[in-house]
């Protein structure tokens, strides 16, 4: 293999992972903006609980059982 074969060898790789590189900076743009949609949204349904919560007549051993809160999460800001 001479020098020129090896340069377009490593050229045709470095365009490649280039590539592969972008296509994953897109996927994490994306699964981002799904993340803070969906953190979104699950605070916009626990404070309709609480406000449910406080209208709510009910004795609290008669309401449905609360879930834990899911574990923080661990992206940097």
Known sequence: MNVCELLRLLQTEHDETAARADSLRE???RLTTALAE???RLAELAATRKVIDGL???PTRQRPPRRPPPPPSTRAS
Do not use: R, W, Y
Request: glycine share 0%; no cysteine.
């Open 38 to 40: 969906t953190e979104a």
């Open 27 to 29: 996927q994490i743009e």
């Open 56 to 58: 709510s007549p009910l």
